[in-house]
């Protein structure tokens, strides 16, 4: 199992400009979820799915968009990048069913927003 | 509403001395909480967790933590530091399981 994988590792973004963040997890998860860490916050949560079709909001959701279309997949669009979404994202899966399973996580995403 | 203190943002010990991490958590319900470890450009990866079976955990890497719920504590320990621990540590708790929450991490220097 290759587990939960990103592309691209890094990138460097215009302001205004748009991108996608991919994510993909290969254990039949669940659960999926979006982190953004900037340095010395810790990790905070930008989106999670709990399953194909359904969404939510984390704590800072704003200027993000996802979907979740597979149990793979869940993607998150930035669509008019500013400087202040310069950060490393996370992506993150878990199995559902017991409320205390961990989460994995991919590599992370180094995203740069000049 | 869960929250997660991290005290001491950097700690610094000598190798083989006692690693002591400090993790603090406000939840209304009895939490399920983790300590993650993360390398230098790597993702986070599970050190180990309390689902309420046993209040001392034993995780990998010869870590473990204690669970104590009168001091709302979940303190990370390892008797002897090794050079590959430094990294950065992070606490995180969860009360239903869609939402985690974490704290702002420890960075743990080994000196040799």
């Known amino acids: 199992n290759a587990g939960v994988t990103q592309t691209p590792k890094f990138r460097i973004l215009k302001i205004g400009q748009s991108m996608t963040l991919q994510c993909t997890q290969d254990m039949n998860h669940n659960y999926m979820y979006w982190y953004r860490q900037d340095p010395g916050m810790g990790l905070k949560l930008i989106y999670y799915?709990?399953?194909?079709?359904?969404?939510d909001k984390g704590e800072v959701p704003n200027g993000y968009n996802v979907s979740r279309s597979t149990t793979e997949d869940f993607p998150l669009r930035l669509e008019l990048a500013a400087p202040s979404q310069t950060s490393v994202y996370f992506c993150?899966?878990?199995?559902?069913?017991?409320?205390?399973?961990?989460?994995?996580f991919g590599p992370g995403t180094r995203l740069t927003v000049l | 509403a869960q929250s997660v203190t991290q005290l001491g943002s950097h700690v610094s010990v000598s190798e083989g001395a006692l690693v002591l991490l400090r993790c603090n958590y406000s939840?209304?319900?009895?939490?399920?909480l983790f300590w993650y470890v993360q390398y230098p450009n790597q993702g986070l990866q599970l050190l180990l967790k309390y689902t309420s079976a046993a209040t001392l955990v034993k995780g990998i890497n010869g870590f473990e933590a204690e669970f104590k719920k009168s001091e709302t504590s979940f303190h990370l320990t390892k008797p002897s530091a090794h050079m590959s621990d430094a990294a950065e540590y992070f606490c995180?708790?969860?009360?239903?399981?869609?939402?985690?929450?974490f704290g702002t991490g420890t960075s743990l220097t080994v000196i040799p």
């Open positions: 995180a708790v969860s009360e239903r399981g869609n939402q985690f929450y």
């Open positions: 799915s709990v399953g194909a079709g359904i969404t």
């Open positions: 993150a899966s878990r199995p559902g069913g017991l409320n205390y399973n961990e989460q994995f």
């Open positions: 939840s209304s319900v009895p939490p399920y």
